[in-house]
């Protein structure tokens, strides 16, 4: 069954499944009809429709898994959805064009080209100079600018729920030192770092997760050390204190991974972190990469020190067990916390609304009273513009989608 070799595929622990944890509450597949999937949990799970239903868990060919492999390519893409995929290619972009056999409403528009235009400056200028109808994702600063009758502007509150984490694997030197973590999280300026990202962005200071549903309350968040409104001379010192305890008072040398692509969710925080560091004598260096490269030393564990964004999700169970427990497949920072563990599986089995937020946000703070790895994120409104000749666009907000993504079968042009 075509459905249930997929799952298996991306709940398979390895380099090639990063979300394979997602799935660890899975104990069997088994068919139920030619049209039906019965998915025995090894223990209640919550969240379980979340992860069956994101936009990760794609159900592939097998046919198309024999015969090319890892299916990275473009024309590996096999599917029965309202546009055939004629090109893909992430350094490039994709080509899609309408599926004349589709079994639904046909789509309107013929073709849909994505151009991948790395550097931001360069995407909003296609788009203002008409070679592109939609631009995602803009700064605050450039919304104005974007402003003119033929523009439509949408703005949302984050709907999924992402990680934005600053730190490395905590069992190799010198981040095997809770002490070194500590003082690394006292000295960002999370306010200063937030406006580095996103220039003129009106942004609140978030904890771990900027979703306004699932984060730690913004009244609770400015409490934390490390994440008021700036960085104090009190936190200074005692970071100062903290490193001086760890043998690292003459001075301290970091690498961090990191790359041009997509710069606001890497190399731009990584930059702004320099000197922030340098205020307690660690010297953070630059190692600057591809992006599939600086990836792939992260599936490895093989980095010193990242400041990197995730993927967004639509329910906290995903990054909080991938990222953090034990044996999550993301556990970038090789994170190993006994009572952790407990408490991170114990909310996947709770039943009652106000019960599980409270037991999410606690695992929260106690990561970040824990610091195995900084956070980085904010309280903000995302936006995307679209020429008016685009109709009925659907994004983010309007498919009240818990992560990003652009819904266009239904979408038309007005020429």
């Known amino acids: 069954m075509t459905s249930s070799n997929s799952l298996k595929r991306i709940g398979t622990p390895g380099a090639a499944a990063p979300r394979a944890s997602t799935f660890s509450q899975i104990e069997s597949y088994t068919a139920g009809g030619p049209n039906q999937l019965v998915i025995k949990l090894k223990a209640p799970f919550v969240p379980i429709l979340v992860p069956l239903s994101d936009k990760w868990t794609t159900i592939v060919s097998p046919e198309a898994v024999e015969k090319n492999g890892d299916l990275k390519r473009g024309d590996s893409i096999v599917g029965f959805g309202p546009f055939i995929c004629e090109m893909a290619e992430s350094s490039r972009g994709a080509t899609l064009v309408r599926n004349p056999d589709y079994w639904g409403k046909k789509p309107y528009l013929d073709k849909v080209e994505y151009t991948t235009i790395l550097d931001t400056e360069a995407r909003h200028a296609a788009f203002k100079s008409g070679q592109a109808d939609v631009s995602d994702i803009l700064p605050d600063l450039l919304i104005d600018s974007f402003k003119r009758d033929d ?11 992402a990680l934005s984490l600053i730190g490395g694997p905590n069992d190799k030197a010198p981040l095997n030192d809770e002490r070194v973590r500590k003082a690394i999280n006292l000295v960002i300026d999370r306010t200063q770092l937030g406006q580095a990202a996103f220039p003129g962005a009106k942004q609140k200071n978030a904890g771990l997760f900027g979703n306004p549903v699932w984060g730690v309350p913004e009244a609770d968040v400015v409490k934390m050390p490390g994440f008021g409104p700036k960085t104090t001379d009190a936190e200074l010192k005692e970071a100062k204190d903290l490193l001086t305890a760890a043998g690292h008072g003459g001075g301290l040398e970091i690498v961090i991974n990191t790359t041009k692509a997509y710069a606001a969710h890497h190399s731009d925080r990584a930059e702004a972190l320099v000197p922030m560091l340098a205020r307690v004598g660690i010297d953070l260096k630059l190692n600057v990469m591809e ?7 992260e599936n490895k564990r093989e980095m010193q020190f990242t400041a990197a964004t995730y993927a967004a999700y639509g329910d906290p169970n995903t990054p909080l ?7 999550g497949t993301r556990n970038y920072w090789n994170f190993k916390d006994a009572k952790y563990d407990e408490l991170v599986l114990a909310q996947q089995k709770e039943e009652d609304k106000a019960k599980r937020l409270a037991a999410v946000i606690d695992l929260q703070r106690y990561l970040l009273t824990g610091t195995p790895v900084a956070s980085g994120m904010w309280y903000q409104k995302t936006s995307i513009a679209t020429k008016k000749r685009v109709k009925n666009f659907q994004g983010t907000l309007s498919a009240g989608a818990s992560c990003s993504g652009w819904f266009l079968a239904d979408t038309w042009l007005d020429s």
């Open 151 to 161: 523009v439509q502007i949408y703005e949302f509150d984050q709907t999924g729920v």
């Open 321 to 327: 067990v991938n990222s953090f427990h034990s044996a």
């Open 291 to 297: 992006f599939a490269a600086m990836k792939d030393a």
